[in-house]
Each structure stands twice: as C-alpha cells, then as structure tokens.
C-alpha cells in the first residue's frame, strides 16, 4: 500500500498513474497536526475543491468582458466543482462525521481526542478529500458496528478504486469485489470478497495437492526405473527418461496452517444455568445500561453488541463480579466457574516472561508450562520473551493459553479477536465451537459473531434487549422493520413498591481474581451467599417460605420450569430462523405478524424466568 501511494520506493518495476490522479491513503497509525477542533479540520479536507473554488471566484468578476477563453475557465472550473461535490460539500461533512460518530465532537478540540478518536476523524478527512484511488490500511479499527455499517455503504457507493488491507471478514465481503492473497512471496488473484475467495483458494489448493501427490508418484516410479537401468540393456531409455525428469517443473504442494492443538475444556456444571439476574442497572456513579432479566445456559453462545460507550464491557463485568450492579443482583450456579478475558488485558504487560505469566496463572511446573504453551504457538525461546514486547496476537494468545488452564464452564471475552491476523480468527473461532461450555463474548466482528452466536444482546438507547439467532437473522429482522421488544426492566416485587436499592447488588458467588486479564469466579459457600439475600424475598420469610416444600419437590418444580423454558427457547429460535425466511421472500405483512407472535412468546419467557428465579430462591 506504501508502495502503491508513493510513499515508498520498489526494490523493482514501477507504479504508473494517470496523469491528474488523486490518492487518498489511510495508514493505520495516523499522524496529522492537532491544532483546531475537529469541525475545523474536517473542513480542511478536499483541497482541490477551495482551489476550484478560488478561481471562480478570481473569475467572477472579469466574465462581463465576453472573453471566450475567460468564460471556458469558468465552465471548467464549475464543471469540476459540481462533479467533485463542491455544493454539497457543507452537508457531506455533516454526513461523514455523523456516520463515523463525530458528530458530537465537532466543536471538542483535536489535541483532546483519544487514540480512536483521531483514527476516526483521519477516515473522514480522507473520505471528504474524495480522491480517484483509496488505499485504506485496517480501516475498521475503532469504528463500532453502527460505523462499521455506514462505511460499508458510504464506500459501496463510491465509484472510485478501492485499495483495502482488513482482517474484518465481514466488511471484506460487503465492499470488495477483488481479493489479492499474498501466498509464496507472490500475489494471487480471486474474484469475489472473503468469503469467496475462501472457498476458492480451499479448491485450488486442493487441487493443487492432489496434482503435486500424482506427480510425486510418477517422479517416484520414473526415478525407480533409472536406478533399475540405468546401466542395462535400456540404459538409453534410462537416460532419456533422466533428461525428461529433470524438466520437469516440480509441483508444490500447498503450506498447510500449522496445526495448533488448542482446547478449552470445560468444568463439570450441575444444572442448566450458570448465572442468571433480576433486572439489572450498570454503571458507575450513574446507570449507563439497564437489562431484564438475564439467564445465561450451560451450552449459551451470546454476543452482546452495541455502539462505543454503550455499557457492553461494563455489563460483561458486572456479570463476572468486577464490578457491582447498582440496581439488581447477579447469581451464579453453585458449580459455575467463570474465566474472564479482559479487552485491556492489564496485566499482560512488563518485564515477566510469557513462561512466568502462565505458571503464574497455572500454577504449573516449568516443564507442565512449556507444553502447555507450546500448543499455542509459543514453542523454543519464544517463552522467554518479555510479555511487554509481545504483539496484539501473541498477548491474545497467552490469554487464552492462560484461559485454557482454567477449566471454565462459562468463558467471558471482551472483543478476543483485537489484533488477530485472520488465521488466528479461524483457529480461534474453532476453539471456540468446540468448547462444550457456556460462551459469552463482546465483539464487533461481525463474522466471528455470526458464525459462533446463537443468541445477541444488543444494546440500543442504554437498554439491553436480547434477540435468538446470529448476526445474520438479526439483520434480516431488522431490514423487515421488526423492532425487539423491550425487556421488562423491573422486577415483579420492586414494581409491587419494595423496590431494589440502588448499590445493594452483589454477586451471590465468590471471587477469586486472576493474576493477567483472567479472571475466575465460582460459587462461594456461607458468608458470601448470605451476604445478598434476594431482593424479591424478605430474608425474615425465607425460613416460613422453605418450609412450604420438601427440597425434592423444590428441586423437581426447578428441572421442570428449566425443560419449559428450554422447550420455549427453543420456539423463539424457531420463530426467528421463520422471520428471516418470511423476509427474505418480502411478505412484509407476514413477517410483522411473526414478529408479534415472537414479542408475545418472549413475554410469556420471561415470565417463566421470573418464576424460575423465585424458585431458585426459595431452595438455597
């Protein structure tokens, strides 16, 4: 891409370009002069634009003469300023702030921005200078979904070339009609986006192995029949066939991915449910996120997304116990063990060693550590290293490393693909679907989500709303102009007028921080259980009330409402592979209708899972 933008030089051969032709080039660390505020700076994009503009003005006067020559100068230059986008360009900048979420920082000035910040306003200064040819490096990095979405269509409706370098699958597969591989120390062509050339780089290699093994068969025999006479009777053929084999050109059979041999197991989980809550309130000082109530199963696979600053990290650690709700409780199951991924990874960082970093985590000997971490790629002097000067992709796998020994029947991730090259997404996505525990993830990779989740959280105006299926049936819903219904975000007994104090939740399992950006939780036994009796339940009660049932029968009513909710999970994810079909052949009227019937078999769900919490209650 430096090469391609002039920045920098070939070792050979040479970059032609039309004579008049714009390059617009976004590298992925982006420097520019920080005066001014960011409305000032967006408007300093497209230069050629004030230069056209400049000279009508220059000429505006001096057209009353009749000059010809004057008056083509000025149709030029307006022709020019018209096509470029000269008179829209006031609404423009509007558009594209707006789009990349600046909007609101127009007037904030850009010494104050934060590192994404910047990123995102150099992306808009180079789509408002409007070049012939974009050459973007990693331009997705910092855009959350609803940017990533408005890109994708700001550059589908580009006419100019696009250059693009992106580990984002999905916006590759949206935007890019051409895919270059680097393979060998050359470049190959395939049309399509990612996936497309997925599939035809699989075929070709496939075919190229059976052709290189064929071959390796024939070389096999002819190589056997010049030792066999090479000094006989047939020693001429022998020759001429030697003469043969040594044109030939050798067939290379294609560099398979170093198999890694990562594995999550999973801890035994009693029961179907590793954690559930009431309505909850996330946040600090002040609510930044409200949900209903929340269950997460033993074979769950939810992504939560949302916009930058929605609340989705903050929830994720209030779910694991990081943090307090400030409304609400989180209750773990009595064999649940959570391991957390943290995005900032913290203590991933300074002068220990990788192989420190995992007997720490592990508790491991030397020799248990190095084999343990070598099935993550960290084989030889590569555990040495100091854990400060690891990349994005060697910290993110030393977490997982560190993860696997864990043991966890749930896993918390917060955004696990951040700076993974493609081939770590996919053995990292393999991993994942193998894990027989609980997965519950922050991500904007919307292909890692798609291909993983089967439940979404997604957050929208600070609620959290929860929709059955992946990434692509959310879509597909959503482009029927099908709103999720909004969760109930009071329980039952704080509607009734008790209430949940603000800051009374804790966690009713206990906690056992990690030493990196790991953590793990299980369920802690007398003082912590006791210390968050149930907001719905006057704990003077609770002895009256677990009287009432023999434990046996508790324990029944409790499998029982855990089958009928599982029997209605299942309906709802039915209904929603019903939906995406239904809008696919464009029945809108259908398609609301299935909508509704999948509103109402939501309420009736979460009505189950407020009896299923009141039960849980009632037996500890």
Do not use: C
């Amino acid at each position: 891409l430096r090469v391609a933008a002039g920045f920098d030089s070939a070792d050979a051969g040479n970059v032609a370009l039309a004579r008049g032709t714009r390059i617009g080039f976004m590298e992925q660390e982006i420097l520019f002069e920080t005066a001014g505020t960011v409305d000032e700076h967006a408007r300093g994009a497209a230069a050629h634009l004030r230069e056209l503009e400049a000279e009508m003005h220059e000429l505006e006067p001096r057209l009353g003469t009749g000059d010809q020559e004057l008056l083509e100068r000025y149709s030029e230059a307006q022709h020019q300023f018209e096509h470029g986008g000269g008179y829209d360009f006031e609404a423009t900048v509007g558009r594209v702030l707006g789009g990349l979420g600046l909007e609101a920082l127009r007037e904030r000035q850009v010494a104050t921005l934060s590192g994404g910040e910047r990123t995102r306003l150099g992306l808009a200064r180079l789509l408002l200078d409007d070049p012939d040819i974009l050459l973007l490096d990693e331009p997705t990095n910092h855009l959350d979904v609803a940017a990533l979405e408005w890109l994708e269509r700001f550059l589908i409706e580009q006419e100019e070339t696009i250059l693009v370098s992106s580990h984002d699958r999905w916006f590759l597969d949206r935007v890019t009609s051409r895919t270059l591989s680097f393979e060998k120390g050359t470049i190959v062509e395939y049309r399509g986006g990612y996936s497309s050339y997925a599939r035809q780089r699989a075929e070709r290699e496939a075919a190229t192995e059976k052709a290189a093994g064929r071959q390796a068969i024939e070389i096999e025999r002819t190589e056997e029949f010049i030792r066999r006479y090479g000094a006989g009777q047939r020693s001429k053929e022998a020759r001429g066939r030697g003469k043969k084999l040594a044109r030939v050109v050798r067939i290379e059979a294609p560099e398979r991915a170093q198999q890694h041999g990562w594995k999550l197991e999973a801890a035994h989980l009693a029961g179907d449910t590793v954690v559930q809550t009431t309505p909850l309130a996330v946040g600090y000082s002040q609510p930044l996120l409200r949900t209903g109530m929340l269950r997460v199963g033993r074979d769950a696979r939810i992504a939560v997304v949302g916009p930058n600053g929605a609340g989705k990290t903050t929830l994720v650690r209030t779910l694991v116990g990081d943090l307090a709700a400030l409304e609400g409780y989180v209750q773990s199951a009595p064999t649940a063990r959570l391991a957390f991924l943290a995005q900032a990874q913290l203590e991933l960082t300074g002068d220990d060693t990788v192989l420190d970093a995992m007997k720490l985590a592990s508790g491991m000997t030397d020799a248990e550590a190095r084999d343990h971490l070598a099935r993550f790629l960290f084989k030889g002097e590569d555990v040495f290293k100091s854990v400060g000067v690891l990349s994005g992709g060697e910290r993110s796998r030393l977490a997982l490393a560190r993860l696997a020994a864990r043991h966890a029947n749930l896993l918390v991730l917060d955004e696990p693909t951040n700076h993974l090259d493609l081939l770590a997404r996919e053995q990292l996505e393999t991993v994942l679907q193998a894990f027989e525990g609980a997965l519950l993830f922050v991500s904007h990779d919307r292909y890692f989500i798609d291909k993983l989740a089967t439940e979404i959280w997604p957050i929208e105006s600070g609620v959290l709303k929860r929709f059955e299926g992946n990434w692509s049936g959310l879509q597909r819903l959503r482009a029927a102009g099908v709103e999720l219904p909004m969760p109930e975000l009071q329980s039952p007994s704080a509607a009734g007028g008790a209430g949940v104090a603000g800051g009374s939740a804790s966690a009713s399992m206990g906690t056992r921080p990690g030493d990196d950006g790991v953590r793990t939780k299980r369920k802690a036994g007398g003082e912590a259980s006791r210390a968050a009796p149930s907001p719905r339940q006057d704990p003077r009660q609770k002895g009256r009330s677990n009287s009432k049932a023999s434990p046996i029968r508790r324990v029944s009513g409790l499998r029982a409402l855990e089958a009928r909710i599982s029997a209605m999970e299942l309906q709802l994810r039915q209904l929603s592979d019903k939906v995406s079909q239904i809008a696919q052949s464009g029945n809108y009227m259908e398609t609301r209708r299935v909508g509704e019937e999948y509103a109402s078999l939501e309420r009736d769900l979460r009505t189950l899972y407020d009896e299923w919490a009141k039960e849980s209650e009632t037996s500890e």
